[in-house]
């Protein structure tokens, strides 16, 4: 069983910064890619970033601002997010694709790739 736990999420002026952290149940946590996926009242989730043996990837939103990392011996992934905007209001997930080499570098940016889900944290960005 594969358990995911974000934390991290409030409340932050415009300009600040939050880390949301993920703690992931598990010793083949090194293995999963890991990704981070976000969902405002009435919209789609959306894909934020990925991290695994493929590489990294952001949104073009998230360029320039977010930094998706890991610390395996953690098993936990981040996100650190610079220069918040209130547009980045939004429940934000993680999530695992889970181990395995069959998956490719688009995948990982797909929700409809990933097996395993948190709870989700929220964070709110006041202007």
């Known amino acids: 069983q594969v358990q995911l736990g974000e934390s991290g999420g409030g409340l932050v002026q415009a300009g600040g910064s939050l880390r949301l952290s993920c703690a992931v149940s598990?010793?083949?946590?090194?293995?999963?890619?890991m990704g981070w996926f976000r969902q405002a009242p009435g919209k789609e989730r959306d894909f934020v970033a990925s991290?695994?043996?493929?590489?990294?990837y952001y949104a073009d939103s998230a360029k320039g601002r977010f930094t998706i990392s890991r610390d395996n011996a953690k098993n936990t992934a981040y996100l650190q997010m610079n220069g918040l905007k209130p547009e980045d209001t939004a429940i934000y997930y993680c999530?695992?694709?889970?181990?395995?080499?069959?998956?490719?570098?688009?995948?990982?940016?797909?929700?409809?790739?990933?097996?395993?889900w948190g709870q989700g944290t929220q964070v709110t960005v006041s202007s």
């Open positions: 991290i695994s043996w493929r590489g990294t």
């Open positions: 598990g010793r083949t946590f090194s293995s999963y890619a």
């Open positions: 999530a695992a694709l889970g181990r395995g080499d069959y998956y490719s570098a688009t995948d990982t940016q797909q929700k409809e790739s990933y097996d395993y």
